[in-house]
């Protein structure tokens, strides 16, 4: 497994009330084997308080749920889908297996618990081989459709190992350990940061100058999120996005209405572009902390005379 991705983590869930000796906490044990062998890291809950409780501390990849009920109690079991539905309001699309020693169809039967789990296995027919394969295939689509398109490239590039012969000169972090402050920061941040820390030219990235590769994935990926027809990658920042878009949208004695309390690369814009400013004031509380633009100032009629008075 890539030193460059992070470990992938399944909760395995064992109820306390699950004999130690059954079969079915065997089959668990060798699954969880299975995992380990894989290079996966195993966490696990012996009630469903503490499954909760890992569930908001952290992330995961996988839960893995045992269950060992009668027909009765998982048809009627509401823990277990309350501790899914926390996790998928954390984590939505995290693959969600069962371990059952009884038949499926008595975990079928109970629709809410079925519609929160990806796959259902009886520890009587499946093998803890065949099981570990499937959660990590599942963990790795996970981890595909939940990292961004530019940062997952960047990564599998990072995996290549390859010298860099461009900028920056600090050829992935290891010009830095050349003196004791400069070994001091390398040791601070990590090997990863560095090594990722690379200009445009990366041929195999795309480019940001052409919009192609992996820079216009991410632009179509950020487009698709924000409902919006085009996305564009900006490399100068909040300030110098904001003075652009404007240069975009104004010209020479356009009008643009302004919170008054904007920020100074608003005005840079404003400067720029030659469009005169309608400023909105915002109102102040009895400490004079800045608030919201009040209605009455919002109103068309006011907007419209104060743009005849900026004319």
């Given at each position: 497994m890539s030193n460059n991705?992070?470990?992938?983590?399944?909760?395995?869930?064992?109820?306390?009330?699950?004999?130690?000796?059954?079969?079915?906490?065997?089959?668990?044990?060798?699954?969880?084997?299975?995992?380990?062998?894989?290079?996966?890291?195993?966490?696990?809950?012996?009630?469903?308080?503490?499954a909760m409780a890992v569930i908001m501390a952290t992330q995961i990849d996988s839960l893995v749920l045992t269950l060992e009920k009668t027909e009765e109690q998982i048809v009627n079991s509401t823990e277990e889908v309350e501790l899914l539905m926390a996790l998928q309001e954390r984590q939505a699309e995290v693959p969600v297996f069962l371990l059952a020693e009884r038949a499926r169809t008595s975990i079928l039967a109970n629709r809410k618990l079925m519609e929160r789990v990806h796959e259902c296995y009886s520890v009587l027919e499946d093998t803890a081989d065949f099981v570990a394969g499937r959660i990590v295939a599942a963990m790795k689509r996970y981890r595909d459709q939940v990292v961004p398109p530019f940062m997952k490239a960047m990564m599998e590039y990072n995996d290549i190992h390859e010298y860099s012969w461009s900028a920056p000169g600090h050829q992935g972090g290891i010009g830095f350990t050349k003196t004791p402050a400069g070994?001091?920061?390398?040791?601070?941040?990590?090997?990863?940061?560095?090594?990722?820390?690379?200009?445009?030219?990366?041929?195999?990235?795309?480019?940001?100058?052409?919009?192609?590769?992996?820079?216009?994935?991410?632009?179509?990926?950020?487009?698709?999120?924000?409902?919006?027809?085009?996305?564009?990658?900006?490399?100068?920042?909040?300030?110098?996005?904001?003075?652009?878009?404007?240069?975009?949208?104004?010209?020479?004695?356009?009008?643009?209405?302004?919170?008054?309390?904007?920020?100074?690369?608003?005005?840079?814009?404003?400067?720029?572009?030659?469009?005169?400013?309608?400023?909105?004031?915002?109102?102040?509380?009895?400490?004079?902390?800045?608030?919201?633009?009040?209605?009455?100032?919002?109103?068309?009629?006011?907007?419209?005379?104060?743009?005849?008075?900026?004319?």
């Open positions: 991705f992070s470990k992938m983590r399944t909760l395995v869930v064992e109820p306390q009330h699950i004999e130690e000796h059954s079969y079915a906490a065997r089959a668990t044990s060798a699954l969880v084997k299975e995992l380990n062998d894989r290079s996966i890291e195993i966490v696990t809950a012996t009630s469903y308080e503490d070994n001091q920061f390398y040791q601070f941040y990590g090997e990863n940061l560095f090594r990722t820390d690379m200009g445009i030219e990366r041929a195999s990235l795309g480019s940001l100058l052409d919009h192609t590769g992996a820079f216009k994935d991410s632009e179509v990926e950020a487009a698709k999120i924000f409902g919006a027809h085009e996305s564009y990658s900006g490399i100068v920042g909040t300030s110098g996005s904001n003075r652009t878009i404007m240069q975009a949208c104004l010209k020479d004695d356009d009008i643009a209405i302004i919170d008054r309390n904007c920020h100074k690369s608003i005005e840079q814009g404003l400067i720029l572009t030659g469009a005169r400013p309608v400023y909105m004031t915002p109102t102040r509380n009895c400490y004079g902390i800045i608030g919201p633009i009040s209605k009455s100032t919002m109103a068309a009629a006011n907007i419209e005379k104060m743009i005849a008075e900026a004319r």
